[in-house]
């Protein structure tokens, strides 16, 4: 299990991401905090509806260690149906703009798949990353508009749509179907002019359980593309319906499934409770270290 083959031992990996010339680096994994600025997002579905909880949200993030605040104001729960493009500006505008002014020197991620949103959104607030949970799929400008608007982008592996993702997907090998994705979208961005691509498997997305466990086991294998790899699990269905709770009751399975995350060459933990998720970098650190020693 997670075993580091000497295929993928000696890949370099690019460590580091460039938004608007601050560099974030990812020599040590790093958290992202989300605040969703939903009524409806499956974990903490409104939880910030006013400027001061998303501000004291983005606070905590911080604080407690996270390296970027992902803000997102559409939910892309199973089910979903999703929102008009001016519903989504009127609730992730705001919040976007209120985060860098009380922030300036926060690294911020707009959690959206409409260019027309990234645009306005970076237009107004100043440079962000992207973060698209359908890989580009759902808006066909998305790439060219990144390109140009010269932020980082997160391409995540979606099968199908929110609504009917977990309507039986099917995989011939899991592994490599989300390879040939990654392997066609990342030629595409390329030639849009977008330089710093992260991936992210997309955990929950068109996969069923025994799909997630399988990508968590073999997750090392993505390290062929040497790009920076995301993993989002927090307080996911993969670990609450295998566990018999709820969301509410996930956090320490999350903190295992991170950790294993960690361990398969997660760059960044995209997650709900951040301070948990320092802990296990800081602690698998130590392992790493102690081990070259």
């Not at 690294?107 to 798949?113: A, G, W």
């Not at 260019?115 to 400008?141: H, L, R, Y």
């Not at 391409?155 to 993702?165: A, T």
């Not at 030639?191 to 799909?211: Q, R, S, Y």
């Amino acid at each position: 299990m997670l075993i580091t083959t000497t295929a993928t031992k000696f890949l370099k990996r690019k460590s580091t991401i460039n938004l608007d010339g601050r560099i974030i680096d990812l020599s040590k994994p790093v958290v992202m905090g989300i605040i969703n600025v939903t009524p409806d997002s499956f974990f903490d579905g409104g939880k910030y509806k006013t400027e001061k909880k998303i501000l004291k949200r983005a606070e905590e993030i911080l604080e407690q260690g996270g390296t970027i605040i992902d803000i997102g104001a559409i939910t892309t729960k199973p089910g979903s149906e999703g929102i008009s493009t001016k519903d989504e500006i009127e609730r992730l505008l705001p919040a976007v703009k209120a985060v860098k002014k009380e922030f300036p020197k926060a690294f911020v991620s707009i959690d959206t798949y409409r260019s027309w949103v990234a645009m306005k959104v970076i237009e107004d607030c100043g440079p962000c990353i992207v973060n698209d949970v359908t890989g580009g799929n759902f808006d066909e400008n998305m790439f060219d508009t990144v390109g140009k608007l010269g932020v980082p982008y997160i391409l995540m592996h979606m099968l199908g749509n929110p609504l009917k993702m977990q309507e039986k997907p099917v995989y011939e090998d899991i592994i490599r179907d989300i390879s040939m994705f990654f392997t066609d979208c990342v030629k595409r961005l390329t030639k849009a002019g977008v330089k710093d691509v992260i991936i992210d498997p997309g955990f929950g997305f068109g996969k069923t359980l025994e799909h997630n466990y399988e990508l968590l086991n073999r997750l090392d294998s993505f390290k062929v593309f040497q790009l920076p790899l995301l993993v989002g699990v927090s307080r996911k269905s993969m670990i609450f319906k295998l566990l018999g709770t709820k969301p509410e009751e996930a956090l320490n399975g999350t903190s295992v499934v991170n950790t294993l995350a960690l361990m398969g060459g997660t760059d960044i933990l995209r997650v709900h409770d951040v301070r948990e998720a320092v802990e296990a970098i800081r602690i698998l650190d130590m392992i790493r270290s102690t081990s070259q020693q």
